[in-house]
């Protein structure tokens, strides 16, 4: 009982960053068809921006001799996710756009060329040992005998917040109906007068601040995150995201939960070594079932 409670939580946990990380994925797929495969590596800029953001809190002259500056731990994270919402818009307009448009690919190379850039700098600047970042909230409570940590539950509040306030934005907001439309058909969008190229922009942006996020809420269970830590979550991510259907949010969530779930069944029951390889073989097994996966919508071409 003891280890399926550790089981519960420490897999919510997880498929909460899952979830997050893989939304933005979705995003930009369902608006410009296309991935930002440097997502792991917005992962870990956004949890290191942070890191050094409260480091700069906690000791005077920590960036570069500047002042103390007097944020808590939640300023920092809204700083650094709305510095990466940036970085997404950058990436779309600078990397993504002028490579994606016809039927190019070149924006698959780019984004692969701009994560091993942004992996490499970060190593030979920082280094390659992880830097860790304190809980937003310490301590653990008891559920029976199991100490579960605060910052697994904050992680499943804050991503079931996320869910909620994504679903008001595209249901209930003009900008969010706009997204929507462009998902459906960015050409009679824009007859609409709805401006395509800002909503790309804000899928962006939304796809970087939901990344930095799902760092900051990830380093303080992993215990710290290094130059190389975000590619292996971001590509578990995207695994959700095929799992669940790039077209589907919802159906994300689900496969996040599942993915999660089965990641920790198989780290406490089989093996903590190969538990990436073993979930990864779920992907192909549902990939082969459902190509679009579990609940991707089929794609109907009309001859």
Same mark, same amino acid.
């Given at each position: 009982?003891?280890?399926?409670?550790?089981?519960?939580?420490?897999?919510?946990?997880?498929?909460?960053?899952?979830?997050?990380?893989?939304?933005?994925?979705?995003?930009?797929?369902?608006?410009?068809?296309?991935?930002?495969?440097?997502?792991?590596?917005?992962?870990?800029?956004?949890?290191?921006?942070?890191?050094?953001?409260?480091?700069?809190?906690?000791?005077?002259?920590?960036?570069?001799?500047?002042?103390?500056?007097?944020?808590?731990?939640?300023?920092?994270?809204?700083?650094?996710?709305?510095?990466?919402?940036?970085?997404?818009?950058?990436?779309?307009?600078?990397?993504?756009?002028?490579?994606?448009?016809?039927?190019?690919i070149s924006w698959i190379m780019s984004t692969v060329a701009l994560a091993i850039i942004l992996r490499n700098l970060v190593e030979v600047l920082l280094g390659a040992d992880r830097m860790p970042l304190q809980p937003a909230i310490k301590d653990s409570v008891r559920i029976?005998?199991?100490?579960?940590?605060?910052?697994?539950?904050?992680?499943?509040?804050?991503?079931?917040?996320?869910?909620?306030?994504?679903?008001?934005f595209f249901t209930r907001t003009l900008l969010g109906k706009s997204v929507k439309a462009v998902a459906f058909n960015p050409t009679a969008a824009s007859l609409m007068g709805i401006n395509v190229n800002f909503v790309k922009l804000l899928a962006f942006a939304l796809c #970087? +601040? =939901?990344?930095? !996020?799902? $760092?900051?809420?990830?380093?303080?269970? &992993?215990? %710290?995150?290094?130059?190389?830590?975000?590619?292996?979550?971001?590509?578990?991510?995207?695994?959700?995201?095929?799992? #669940? +259907? =790039?077209?589907? !949010?919802? $159906?994300?969530?689900?496969?996040?939960? &599942?993915? %999660?779930?089965?990641?920790?069944?198989?780290?406490?029951?089989?093996?903590?070594?190969?538990?990436?390889?073993?979930?990864?073989? =779920?992907?192909?097994?549902?990939?082969?079932?459902?190509?679009?996966?579990?609940? %991707?919508?089929?794609?109907?071409?009309?001859?």
């Amino acid at each position: 009982m003891d280890i399926l409670i550790q089981v519960l939580f420490g897999g919510l946990s997880n498929a909460a960053v899952y979830a997050l990380i893989a939304f933005g994925y979705s995003l930009t797929y369902i608006t410009t068809e296309t991935l930002n495969f440097a997502q792991g590596e917005f992962v870990m800029l956004g949890s290191i921006l942070g890191i050094y953001m409260v480091m700069a809190w906690q000791n005077d002259g920590a960036l570069s001799g500047s002042p103390r500056l007097l944020w808590p731990l939640w300023v920092a994270y809204i700083l650094a996710v709305l510095i990466m919402a940036g970085a997404g818009v950058l990436l779309e307009r600078y990397v993504m756009r002028p490579f994606s448009t016809g039927l190019s690919i070149s924006w698959i190379m780019s984004t692969v060329a701009l994560a091993i850039i942004l992996r490499n700098l970060v190593e030979v600047l920082l280094g390659a040992d992880r830097m860790p970042l304190q809980p937003a909230i310490k301590d653990s409570v008891r559920i029976g005998d199991v100490p579960v940590d605060y910052q697994k539950i904050v992680n499943i509040v804050i991503t079931l917040v996320v869910i909620g306030v994504l679903q008001l934005f595209f249901t209930r907001t003009l900008l969010g109906k706009s997204v929507k439309a462009v998902a459906f058909n960015p050409t009679a969008a824009s007859l609409m007068g709805i401006n395509v190229n800002f909503v790309k922009l804000l899928a962006f942006a939304l796809c #970087g +601040g =939901l990344a930095a !996020l799902g $760092g900051l809420l990830l380093t303080p269970v &992993i215990g %710290g995150m290094g130059a190389d830590t975000g590619t292996g979550f971001g590509i578990a991510a995207f695994a959700v995201a095929i799992i #669940g +259907g =790039l077209d589907n !949010l919802a $159906g994300i969530a689900i496969a996040a939960l &599942i993915y %999660g779930l089965t990641e920790q069944l198989i780290q406490n029951y089989i093996s903590i070594d190969f538990y990436r390889a073993l979930t990864f073989l =779920l992907l192909i097994v549902v990939l082969a079932v459902k190509p679009t996966g579990l609940f %991707g919508k089929q794609l109907v071409q009309k001859v």
